[in-house]
């Protein structure tokens, strides 16, 4: 994460990280980084505090809706940005040009929570109640545990169940075709990937108040 202090701007790490719900398309360079700190003011010492007023905004902007990682969406915003300046877009109306693009991702972000929220619940790992409560409790659990596992993973195990029939068929195709995989090979690599996950929800911290609860209710 980019350390927020104005003595070592002209040192700043780069923002650009990979971000849950995004795809990689484009990386964030020195000289990219650099080109868009020229485009904030003339001098260094001036960019600096500028583009540390424009990330503070903009982490503002997500927390006040809700957004899961604000520093995250923050620092997307301004790669995405930084990548139109570096390509030599003209940006007119600065602040409603960053608001816009935040605006986006936003939008990115719920449409990607809405289709994870409808994913995760057509996995076996969620499928193991019929207690509303507790069924949503074991789906926090499987969010978080499938966050924990290397991206790969996630995105194949996600796109594996994502949509409903004839949908989740073509899906699954075109996933395999991604991938350059058959279609048998795919089907195992989901059943590997989600054995794990169901071994990660049996012993997580998250679901033992819920095994804990099932386990007394039992006793009694």
């Given at each position: 994460?980019?350390?927020a ?9 780069l ?5 849950p ?70 940006v ?10 935040a605006?986006m ?6 449409r ?10 057509e ?18 659990c499987l ?27 073509d ?10 995989i ?7 690599r ?9 071994d ?20 009694q």
């Amino acid at each position: 994460m980019i350390n927020a202090t104005l003595s070592t701007v002209c040192n700043l790490p780069l923002a650009d990280k990979h971000v849950p719900g995004f795809r990689r398309k484009w990386t964030l360079t020195r000289e990219a980084f650099d080109s868009f700190l020229a485009s904030l003011a003339e001098d260094r010492e001036s960019a600096g505090e500028r583009y540390l007023e424009i990330r503070n905004n903009l982490i503002k902007f997500f927390e006040w809706r809700g957004g899961p990682d604000p520093e995250d969406h923050a620092d997307e915003t301004i790669n995405r940005i930084a990548k139109r300046v570096f390509e030599n877009e003209d940006v007119r109306n600065p602040s409603g040009y960053y608001l816009g693009v935040a605006r986006m991702i936003l939008f990115e972000i719920n449409r990607a929570r809405v289709r994870e929220a409808q994913t995760l619940r057509e996995l076996p790992a969620a499928k193991i109640t019929t207690n509303d409560d507790e069924s949503e409790s074991r789906i926090d659990c499987l969010r978080h545990c499938l966050r924990q596992m290397p991206s790969d993973n996630r995105e194949l195990i996600l796109g594996y169940y994502d949509g409903e029939k004839r949908e989740k068929i073509d899906s699954r195709k075109r996933l395999a075709d991604q991938l350059g995989i058959p279609i048998k090979t795919l089907r195992m690599r989901a059943l590997r990937i989600r054995e794990q996950l169901q071994d990660a929800v049996e012993h997580c911290e998250t679901c033992r108040p819920i095994s804990e609860d099932r386990s007394t209710a039992k006793l009694q």
